[in-house]
Nanobody, 116 residues
């Protein structure tokens, strides 16, 4: 059974930075073979893509976060990270880790709040 555990969410002031991490665990799960991603959901909104990274390291970002957020992966540690800089109030949401293993699995999420 594969599990994704997010961490790093917090309350931060506008213009600040946060680094989210997601650790994947599970027997027979070869992390390096699967795409990983971060999505977010704000109250009253649908879950939306933030950033994805392929097994080969190719990345794609939502237009709203380009130039501010960076996704990376460490295959040795089964970890995907999201570095978030120049945070804005509209970045406030629950951030979810995702893998395309087994048609898609989600973590439970971590809360990011950007407010002064």
């Amino acid at each position: 059974q594969v599990q994704l555990l997010e961490s790093g969410g917090d309350l931060v002031q506008p213009g600040g930075s946060l680094r989210l991490s997601c650790v994947a665990s599970g027997s027979f799960f070869s992390f390096r073979l699967y795409g990983m991603g971060w999505y977010r959901q704000a109250p009253g909104n649908q879950r939306e893509l933030v950033a994805i990274i392929s097994p080969g390291g190719s990345t794609n970002y939502a237009d709203s976060v380009k130039g501010r957020f960076t996704i990376s992966r460490d295959n040795a540690k089964n970890t995907v990270n999201l570095q978030m800089n120049s945070l804005m109030p509209e970045d406030t949401a629950v951030y979810y880790c995702y893998t395309d293993f087994a048609r898609g699995l989600w973590g439970r999420g971590t809360q990011v709040t950007v407010s002064s």
